[in-house]
């Protein structure tokens, strides 16, 4: 549902804004430069969680690819596909920024923060992250990717107890995540290509 209102970057500037506000009043914004860590280490550490995603689900995708063959390879293709769907520069940055200042102050801002229990906070809040990313039932492998996003944002929130933190992590994930999957589906490049990030969330 949720790659479906980056397709069109103005839709998704006026999302990202309303649903922001909103998760202001609900208070998950709490937190947001808080933690016990300064502001140039919260910012290098959601910097380090972008490039850990990234390269454990390149990771995984060179595995399955390997694994899998050519059924893994036209799957992801497709998906890839659908996700961007015709995204340019402009969708990519408003995507980045959606994940980063609504979808981050939401699961866990809001949802994270209501549940007590750090692991059952975690679980539940990537649970309904990856449920809002949900495209088709055939790309089922690739939603459970947004679950293990979802437990990493959590985590990186837990444990710093900042929220900057995994809103710089999903922001730059996502805004660098959409630009690979242009540049991977378009030419004849394919998806057979490397790729650093297998799910935009």
Same mark, same amino acid.
């Given at each position: 549902?949720?790659?479906?209102?980056?397709?069109?970057?103005?839709?998704?500037?006026?999302?990202?804004?309303?649903?922001? #506000?909103?998760?202001?009043?609900?208070?998950?914004?709490?937190?947001?430069?808080?933690?016990?860590? $300064?502001?140039?280490?919260?910012?290098?550490? #959601?910097?380090?969680?972008? %490039?850990?995603?990234?390269?454990?689900? #390149?990771?995984?995708?060179?595995?399955?690819?390997?694994?899998?063959?050519?059924?893994?390879?036209?799957?992801?293709?497709?998906?890839?596909?659908?996700?961007?769907?015709?995204?340019?520069?402009?969708?990519?940055?408003?995507?980045?920024?959606?994940?980063?200042?609504?979808?981050?102050?939401?699961?866990?801002?809001?949802?994270?923060?209501?549940?007590?229990?750090?692991?059952?906070?975690?679980?539940? /809040?990537?649970?309904?992250?990856?449920?809002?990313?949900?495209?088709?039932?055939?790309?089922?492998?690739?939603?459970?990717?947004?679950?293990?996003?979802?437990?990493?944002? #959590?985590?990186?929130?837990?444990?710093?107890? /900042?929220?900057?933190?995994?809103?710089? %992590?999903?922001?730059?994930?996502?805004?660098?995540?959409?630009?690979?999957?242009?540049?991977?589906?378009?030419? $004849?490049?394919?998806?057979? /290509?490397?790729?650093? /990030?297998?799910?935009? %969330?």
């Amino acid at each position: 549902m949720i790659f479906r209102i980056k397709h069109r970057w103005r839709i998704a500037a006026a999302v990202t804004v309303a649903w922001a #506000g909103v998760n202001f009043l609900l208070g998950g914004w709490h937190g947001v430069t808080g933690g016990r860590l $300064s502001l140039p280490a919260q910012i290098g550490i #959601g910097a380090a969680g972008a %490039a850990l995603a990234m390269l454990i689900n #390149g990771a995984l995708h060179e595995g399955l690819k390997r694994l899998v063959g050519a059924p893994y390879v036209a799957r992801f293709d497709a998906y890839a596909r659908d996700v961007i769907d015709g995204m340019r520069g402009r969708e990519c940055v408003a995507g980045g920024l959606m994940a980063a200042l609504a979808e981050e102050t939401f699961f866990r801002g809001v949802v994270l923060r209501a549940i007590d229990g750090p692991v059952l906070a975690v679980a539940v /809040s990537a649970l309904l992250f990856a449920a809002a990313h949900w495209l088709r039932p055939r790309y089922f492998c690739f939603w459970l990717w947004a679950m293990w996003e979802g437990v990493l944002f #959590g985590t990186l929130y837990v444990a710093t107890g /900042s929220l900057l933190v995994p809103m710089i %992590a999903h922001g730059l994930h996502d805004l660098v995540a959409y630009r690979l999957f242009i540049f991977m589906t378009s030419g $004849s490049r394919g998806a057979c /290509s490397f790729a650093p /990030s297998s799910m935009t %969330a």
